[in-house]
C-alpha cells in the first residue's frame, strides 16, 4: 500500500523544521558583560557612537575583510561580468546604508522613546561614546527551501568621549543571527538583521541592569 502522501509531507516539514532548529540553536548569540555597569547612563540625553571595523575577519577561515571581498568579487566576475565590481561597490555602501542604521534604530527604538536619550553618530560634544567594533562577520546564504542565517560578532564598549582611555563598560556579543521572514538572498541585508539583533539585545540588557 502507498504511503499517505499528507504524512509524508508533513514528514518532510517537521525534519526541515529540525534541521532549521538545530542550525539556529548550534548559532545562537551570546551576550557578555566584561566590564563595567550602566548606571552612568542614567540622565543622559545623548550618546555618541562610532563603527570600527579595522580588525575584522570573515567566514571560518576568519579572512581579513580585503581577501574576502576580492575573492568573492572574483567568484562572481567568473559567472557574470561586472557582477563582481557592483558586489564591490554594494558590500561596501552596505555599513552607512544598512548595518550602522539598523543598530542604531533598535538602540533608538529602546532608549529614545522609553528614556529620552539619542545614540547617533558624529555627537562630538557627547560625554560618552559607545564603539562597536566589528570582530567577525557570516554572511550566511538563502537557497529558497534552505538557508544558514548570518552571524555577527561585536564587541561594544562605553568610553569617555575626551578620554577614551577611561572604559567604563564594555560587552562582547557573539554571533547574532541575521535572518528574516521568507527569502533573503542579500548578504548585505542578512548580515543588517545581524546589527539589528545586536542592537536589540544590548538594548534590553543595558535596559535590565540600569533602568
Not at 566590564?35 to 543622559?44: I, P, R, T, Y
Not at 563603527?51 to 581577501?67: G, I, S, T, W
Not at 557592483?86 to 561596501?92: G, V, Y
Not at 572604559?167 to 562582547?172: C, G, I, K, M
Request: proline content about 3%; charged content about 25%; aromatic content about 12%.
Amino acid at each position: 500500500m502507498d504511503a499517505n502522501p499528507l504524512k509524508i509531507q508533513k514528514m518532510k516539514t517537521n525534519i526541515f523544521l529540525l534541521v532549521l532548529f538545530v542550525c539556529t540553536a548550534t548559532f545562537a548569540q551570546k551576550m557578555k558583560i566584561v566590564d563595567g555597569g550602566f548606571d552612568f547612563l542614567k540622565g543622559q540625553k545623548e550618546v555618541n557612537v562610532e563603527f570600527v571595523y579595522d580588525n575584522m575577519q570573515l567566514l571560518k577561515k576568519n579572512l581579513p575583510e580585503a581577501q574576502y571581498v576580492e575573492e568573492h568579487a572574483a567568484e562572481m566576475e567568473e559567472k557574470s561580468p561586472g557582477k563582481g565590481e557592483t558586489w564591490k561597490k554594494s558590500w561596501a555602501a552596505a555599513r552607512e546604508l544598512i548595518r550602522q542604521p539598523k543598530f542604531l534604530e533598535l538602540m533608538n527604538r529602546y532608549f529614545y522613546e522609553d528614556h529620552g536619550m539619542a545614540f547617533k553618530e558624529g555627537l562630538s560634544d557627547a560625554k560618552y561614546t559607545l564603539i562597536v567594533e566589528t570582530v567577525w562577520l557570516y554572511p550566511g546564504w538563502d537557497a529558497g527551501v534552505m538557508k544558514q542565517p548570518a552571524k555577527v560578532t561585536t564587541n561594544l564598549k562605553f568610553v569617555e568621549t575626551a578620554n577614551r582611555d577611561t572604559v567604563l563598560a564594555e560587552v562582547t556579543s557573539a554571533n547574532a543571527p541575521g535572518d528574516q521572514w521568507g527569502s533573503s538572498f542579500s548578504n548585505e541585508d542578512r548580515l543588517g538583521e545581524g546589527y539589528a539583533k545586536t542592537g536589540k539585545s544590548f538594548a534590553k540588557l543595558i535596559e535590565k541592569k540600569a533602568f
